[in-house]
């Protein structure tokens, strides 16, 4: 057994080691900087109480881009140095976000042991590569990230930091091969596990689903499906489940071998990045040669977002969550004693408002952030929640889980059609979302985002907006001289949320315009990039007339769009003409 030393080694703090809701993003070269990982980590073990780190087991993994190898080593050294007893790590280092949840939850270990944290290595839906990004996040022992507390601590002592401990004489440990390598330290013994990425997380889901009846589904030659895991961590599960336990081919998998670099392109499951599945899914510009699939899907870098497609058909976010929730009751076998409750982020479309009315469902409008999700999940408040940037998840874990998603709406359409797969028509994805908005009503919904915006100008624009919302009477001169046919603005504000379980205020959780006809405008700082700022902005306008359900979405939301360019000034303040993305 080797015997390993604990070392004490000085430092001085960076600027700027601030985790957002999503963690810590940087780009590669910050991270690579000698200490600046070290001085995050050491931080963190420094804001937890001593029983969550000294004995403790750590789940250290990610979504294997660029530097994840050197930092899982780092970080179980470190990890060693200060009292954690055992380190778990997904084989090759991969974990998807909502696998790491699920095994913090769900894993008991050889000798009876649980998870009481991890730290995630990813960012996100961001791209990979040694010019590109890495992130680092620590979650708790619910399997949820770290709360305001925690993160507000991590970062005061990220700026008084001076020194970090670990054990430099640990020799690496191989991530390849599923296996238990025991050392020993001045405190006992320290124990790493490697274990199956997949193992634990299939059979959470197989607890869920009815896999018999996505199999029938899946194997019926009526029925055509297609996932892409855009080379993220996904693709360490897509095999394993699509393939082995439900009997899709293997032809079915776009870009399931997960890559440090994404294969090159930007793990982000939408109508721009995702361009292979798009085009296969009969939605490109050019126009597809073969016949599309029934249902098409992709998770980003970490497999925590989703994007669902049917033939020549998109499914929007904020319908989507909708439409799951709907069903949820009939189609999967986990809700079928009813929901607890759904929530939304609040820029997602309120197509979830209309739902939990309409079934009598506890609702909750909560800012961006799956913590917010967490604590009503925790307190039994929720079951099933979304928002509008590819995010949907329920109370199996404490994360958003993209594949989860995807065998939500395989679980829906299996349901549907389970008459037809013999004989009959096929009910498909574009008929499910038609009958939803014949029933509840159709929200047009779109996202611009300007990426990479002057974090000055950016400020300044959203200054604006909330100086403008002083006079209504002023915004709603200004929206009729822009547009005569948009209605009213009757309520402006910025949106605070008081969380119901904690007690706990947020603020300035995002601009609002709230229109008559029950349109809304809504503008947001995002933090989910590395560099500069991004500018969301929401656009929605509710259509009840079941005549008018079946317009192009950009053009029934054209008249709101020119409006809110022109009362926010965005060119004028970002120097940009057009979006980076619209979604």
Request: net charge negative; with cysteine.
């Amino acid at each position: 057994m080797v015997v390993f030393n604990v070392t004490r080694k000085e430092t001085t703090p960076f600027d700027g080691q601030k985790p957002g809701t999503s963690g810590l993003r940087k780009k590669v070269k910050i991270f690579v900087q000698p200490n600046y990982l070290q001085n995050f980590v050491q931080s963190t073990f420094n804001a937890l109480t001593a029983e969550k780190v000294r004995g403790a087991t750590l789940v250290v993994s990610g979504d294997g881009r660029y530097y994840s190898k050197e930092a899982i080593q780092i970080i179980t050294k470190m990890a060693a140095a200060n009292g954690v007893r055992r380190v778990w790590i997904g084989q090759n280092g991969l974990l998807s976000t909502p696998a790491v949840s699920a095994v913090i939850r769900e894993r008991i270990g050889t000798d009876g042991s649980k998870a009481t944290g991890a730290f995630i290595l990813t960012a996100s839906h961001n791209p990979g590569g040694p010019h590109e990004d890495f992130g680092i996040k620590y979650n708790m022992e619910n399997g949820g990230p770290a709360p305001e507390a925690i993160t507000d601590k991590i970062y005061e002592n990220t700026k008084t930091i001076k020194e970090y401990l670990i054990a430099e004489d640990l020799p690496d440990v191989d991530i390849t091969t599923t296996d238990v390598t025991n050392f020993t330290g001045p405190e006992g013994q320290f124990d790493v596990e490697v274990f199956d990425s997949a193992t634990d997380y299939v059979k959470l889901m197989k607890s869920i689903f009815d896999f018999e009846s996505i199999q029938k589904l899946l194997t019926s030659p009526k029925f055509t499906f297609c996932f892409d895991a855009l080379h993220g961590v996904g693709g360490a599960y897509a095999k394993r489940i699509f393939v082995e336990e439900l009997g899709a081919q293997e032809s079915s998998l776009l870009n399931c071998t997960p890559k440090e670099d994404f294969g090159g392109g930007h793990p982000d499951p939408n109508l721009t990045y995702a361009k292979e599945l798009v085009a296969r899914m009969g939605l490109g510009k050019s126009g597809s040669q073969d016949e599309p699939p029934e249902f098409g899907a992709a998770a980003d870098g970490d497999a925590d977002r989703n994007m669902v497609l049917g033939k020549r058909f998109f499914v929007t976010p904020s319908d989507s969550v909708a439409i799951i929730a709907a069903n949820a009751v009939e189609a999967i076998p986990y809700f079928s004693a009813g929901l607890k409750g759904v929530a939304r982020s609040m820029p997602t479309s309120a197509a979830l408002d209309v739902v939990a009315n309409h079934l009598n469902l506890k609702f909750f409008e909560v800012p961006t952030g799956w913590k917010f999700f967490g604590n009503l999940m925790d307190a039994g408040l929720c079951s099933i929640c979304g928002e509008e940037s590819f995010g949907t998840g329920s109370d199996h874990i404490r994360e958003k889980d993209g594949i989860w998603a995807v065998l939500a709406w395989l679980s829906i359409l299996a349901y549907k059609n389970k008459e037809n797969l013999s004989g009959g028509k096929l009910v498909t994805v574009e008929d499910i979302v038609r009958q939803h908005w014949a029933t509840y009503g159709r929200h047009y919904y779109t996202r611009y985002d300007y990426e990479n915006v002057d974090a000055g100008a950016a400020k300044e624009l959203m200054a604006y907006l909330v100086k403008l919302q002083s006079s209504l009477s002023e915004v709603n001169q200004i929206v009729k001289g822009i547009r005569s046919d948009v209605s009213n603005v009757v309520n402006a504000d910025e949106f605070e949320y008081k969380d119901p379980v904690d007690g706990s205020i947020s603020k300035h959780q995002g601009i609002r315009y709230l229109f008559e006809d029950g349109s809304r405008l809504v503008f947001r700082l995002s933090g989910t990039g590395s560099e500069g700022a991004t500018i969301r902005l929401y656009i929605e306008q509710y259509e009840k007339d079941s005549s008018k359900i079946g317009r192009d979405s950009q053009d029934a939301l054209a008249p709101l769009v020119e409006v809110a360019l022109k009362l926010s000034k965005m060119q004028e303040f970002t120097g940009r003409s057009a979006p980076t993305v619209i979604t």
